[in-house]
């Protein structure tokens, strides 16, 4: 069986960890690997974290500079990256496995959003068709790889923003498209609830345009943050 490596990047998220790193013991239990790599938490993350996973790195902030440091540091033949406020159906360890043995080389899980507001359960519809769609996909559903390959493509860019877009991008130019299992993973819907969520859809679709038309990363990060900013 093929061992899969879960790489989860963290700052302050002490308050999500139980959710998420405690069903995962069930893969350690199985023989997976359980890799958390904190970018400088002032929280209790970190004492949180220690007992739950089999590696705690430390890096300086940047989700695609965690990630990078967790694929080092891993055994896996398959890498799984996660992000702190998400889980994963269950089974999904045998979803991914099967996928690998359908020859795809990489792939991605349908996201169900937490919250239940029904302009949620449209976003989560228009995120799945989308992927679909384009073949790519975004860190909050769960890209998983070969380890080999995500090396051989250099692992993520090194950008502010877009990181995932990005070797999604290289990933299907290699490749081809991604396993897309239909089975959904659970995300946090709070970037939504806290900031709007027809807000938040129209800044994130139009963010994901100008990229494609070759916007900066560093750029659209700007405009990220300034626009989290807003009351």
Not at 42 to 51: L, R
Not at 182 to 209: A, C, K
């Amino acid at each position: 069986m093929q061992k899969v490596s879960i790489i989860i990047p963290t700052l302050n998220e002490a308050a999500t960890l139980d959710a998420t790193l405690l069903p995962l013991q069930a893969w350690r239990e199985a023989g997976h690997e359980l890799i958390l790599v904190d970018g400088g938490s002032d929280d209790a993350t970190a004492t949180i974290a220690a007992p739950l996973v089999d590696q705690l790195l430390k890096s300086p902030p940047g989700r695609a500079r965690q990630m990078n440091m967790g694929t080092e540091a891993a055994s896996g033949e398959v890498l799984l990256f996660l992000h702190a406020d998400t889980r994963l159906p269950d089974g999904a360890d045998a979803l991914i496995l099967g996928a690998m043995a359908q020859q795809y080389r990489w792939g991605r899980f349908d996201v169900r959003l937490s919250g239940r507001h029904w302009l949620l359960r449209i976003v989560e519809r228009l995120m799945n068709w989308r992927s679909c769609l384009s073949g790519i996909a975004t860190g909050d559903q769960g890209i998983f790889v070969e380890r080999e390959l995500f090396m051989q493509l250099g692992g993520f860019p090194q950008l502010p923003l877009m990181e995932d877009v990005a070797l999604s991008s290289r990933l299907k130019g290699t490749v081809g498209r991604p396993a897309c299992i239909r089975t959904p993973l659970v995300t946090s819907s709070r970037r939504w609830e806290q900031h709007g969520i027809v807000r938040t859809i129209v800044l994130m679709w139009r963010l994901r345009l100008a990229w494609f038309l070759g916007v900066p990363a560093q750029r659209l990060a700007k405009q990220y943050r300034y626009n989290k900013n807003m009351k």
